[in-house]
C-alpha cells in the first residue's frame, strides 16, 4: 500500500510575501520550533538599493506567530540575505545588510535583543560557529543579478580577473577579515577545456565541509552577456592547498556527503548531465541515483546520509511542476512529496524555487512555494511516515555533550547539524 503524500500546510500568510532562500542554511533552531524567514511587500522585479525585506522567525509552538527580529536592504530573491542560525546556538542568528558603501552582518540574539555588527558580509559559517568566508557581492550582482546585492557598484566592473578581491575570512568573534584566496589567483590555475583570458570572473556557492577543514567555491566566468560557465573547486579552510574538483564546466548545485565527498550536478563524459559523488583531492567521481534523480535540483542528505531530499525546477510541459521527492540510496528507489505549480510570472531572477530545507530531527522539510495563489510562501511538511528505514546518526567527539544534552532536553529525537561529520560517539533511533 502506497504512503500518501505529504501535505503541505502554509506557516506564513499574505497579503505580505515571504520566504528563506537557500537549501543549505540552517533555517530551524536546534529544537525545531522557530522557523527564520524573510518578508517583503513585491514581487516579480529586482531589488533596488533601498528596498528593505524584514527579518523575522515563525514560532511553530504559537500559531505559527511571526516575529519580527530587524531588516535588511542587501538581499536577492534566491538566496535572501544569507539568513541562518548560527551552527551550535540557539539564540543566535546572522543576516547581511548594507550601512553606507559597505555590507556588513548583523548577529542578533533573539532571545535578549542583544545585537552586534560584523564589517563584512557573509556567505557561509563554520560548523563550529566561530568563522565565516564571503566573497564580493558587488561583483556578483553585476555579473548574475540576482544571487549579488544591489547598491553598491563593483570597483573591478572592467578588470577580468580582480587580484584584490575572492574569498575572504572572518573570525566571527572580532569581525577581523582577511583575504585568504583571490579571483586572479584561481584564473591562473590552467584551465584546459578553453581559452578564458577575454572572459570575466568571479566566484559564487561557497560552503564549509562537515567538519570545517575545507570549503567548495564554485569558480565563474562570462564572455560578455553570454552564458556563464563553472569549475568546482575546495580549498583548505585558510585558502591553501586548492583542488580543482570538476573543471567540465557545468557544476550546478552541490553538497558534502562528508568531509570527502561532494554530491553535485554536473557534466562528465563518463554519462553526461547527471548527479555525480565526487571525491575531493581525486579524480574518483561516480553517478548517484542513475535513472532516478535525472533533473538538476536542491540536493541535501537527510542526518545519517541514508537519505538524499531533493527538488527540480518547473517542468517544461505548460502545467510548470517543481517535484519535491526523497531518494533512499541503499535501494536506489524514489519516494514522492508533492508536486506544486509555479505561476508562469515566476521566473528568472525573481523565480521561487522550493530550496528544501529539513529540520534538525530530519522530520520536517520546509520549502517556498508560491503554488498556493497568495504569492510566495513558506509551507511545511511532515515526512515522519515516508522513510521506513530508520534514521542512524553518530557523532564526533567535540560535539558529544552538545548532542547528549540536546538528547535530554528533547528526548525521542536527535538534534544535529547537517552539515557536520559524524563519527561514532552516540547513535540515536528516531521513532519513524
Request: charged share 20%; proline share 7%.
Amino acid at each position: 500500500m502506497q504512503t500518501p503524500l505529504p501535505q503541505p500546510y502554509p506557516v506564513t500568510t499574505g497579503p505580505k510575501y515571504h520566504w528563506f532562500g537557500y537549501y543549505d542554511k540552517l533555517q530551524f533552531d536546534p529544537s525545531g520550533r522557530y522557523l527564520l524567514g524573510m518578508e517583503v511587500d513585491f514581487e516579480h522585479r529586482s531589488p533596488g538599493p533601498e528596498d528593505v525585506i524584514k527579518i523575522g522567525m515563525v514560532d511553530l509552538a504559537d500559531g505559527n506567530r511571526w516575529i519580527e527580529l530587524g531588516e535588511s536592504r542587501a538581499w536577492g530573491w534566491q538566496q535572501g540575505c544569507m539568513l541562518q542560525w548560527r551552527p551550535g546556538s540557539d539564540r543566535e542568528i546572522l543576516w547581511n545588510d548594507r550601512q553606507g558603501d559597505h555590507f556588513i552582518c548583523h548577529v542578533l540574539d533573539v532571545q535578549t535583543g542583544e545585537r552586534h555588527i560584523l564589517p563584512q558580509a557573509i556567505y557561509t559559517l563554520s560548523p563550529d560557529g566561530k568563522s565565516a568566508i564571503g566573497t564580493d557581492f558587488r561583483r556578483i550582482n553585476h555579473m548574475r543579478p540576482g544571487y549579488g546585492y544591489a547598491g553598491i557598484p563593483d570597483p573591478n566592473f572592467d578588470v577580468r580577473a580582480p587580484e584584490d578581491v575572492g574569498i575572504y575570512h572572518m573570525d566571527l568573534s572580532t569581525g577581523e577579515a582577511r583575504l585568504i584566496l583571490s579571483i586572479a589567483q584561481v584564473v591562473a590555475i590552467p584551465y584546459p577545456h578553453a581559452d578564458y583570458s577575454t572572459a570575466r570572473h568571479y566566484f559564487n556557492h561557497l560552503l564549509y565541509n562537515p567538519d570545517g577543514s575545507r570549503f567548495i567555491f564554485l569558480h565563474r566566468w562570462r564572455f560578455g552577456d553570454g552564458p556563464f560557465h563553472t569549475r568546482m573547486l575546495t580549498a583548505a579552510s585558510d585558502g591553501s592547498d586548492i583542488h580543482v574538483v570538476d573543471d567540465y564546466g557545468h557544476t550546478s548545485h552541490f553538497i558534502w556527503r562528508d568531509r570527502e565527498h561532494i554530491l553535485a550536478w554536473a557534466w562528465h563524459p563518463s554519462h553526461g548531465h547527471a548527479f555525480y559523488l565526487y571525491r575531493d583531492g581525486t579524480q574518483d567521481v561516480t553517478v548517484e541515483g542513475e535513472g532516478v534523480m535525472t533533473e538538476n535540483g536542491h540536493c541535501t542528505y537527510l542526518p545519517g546520509n541514508g537519505w538524499i531530499l531533493n527538488d527540480t525546477y518547473p517542468s517544461g510541459n505548460g502545467e510548470r511542476l517543481q517535484h519535491l521527492y526523497l531518494y533512499e540510496i541503499a535501494s536506489g528507489r524514489k519516494v514522492p512529496l508533492g508536486s506544486y505549480a509555479a505561476p508562469p510570472e515566476y521566473t528568472g531572477e525573481w523565480r521561487c524555487d522550493l530550496h528544501p530545507r529539513f529540520s534538525p530531527d530530519g522530520r520536517t522539510i520546509a520549502i517556498d512555494s508560491a503554488h498556493g495563489g497568495n504569492g510566495r510562501q513558506i509551507y511545511l511538511l511532515d515526512i515522519s511516515e515516508t522513510q521506513p528505514t530508520p534514521v542512524r546518526a553518530t557523532v564526533q567527539a567535540d560535539q558529544r555533550e552538545t548532542v547528549q544534552g540536546c538528547a535530554r532536553k528533547f528526548p525521542g529525537r536527535v538534534l544535529l547539524h547537517p552539515f557536520v561529520e559524524w563519527k561514532a560517539i552516540l547513535v540515536v533511533k528516531l521513532p519513524i
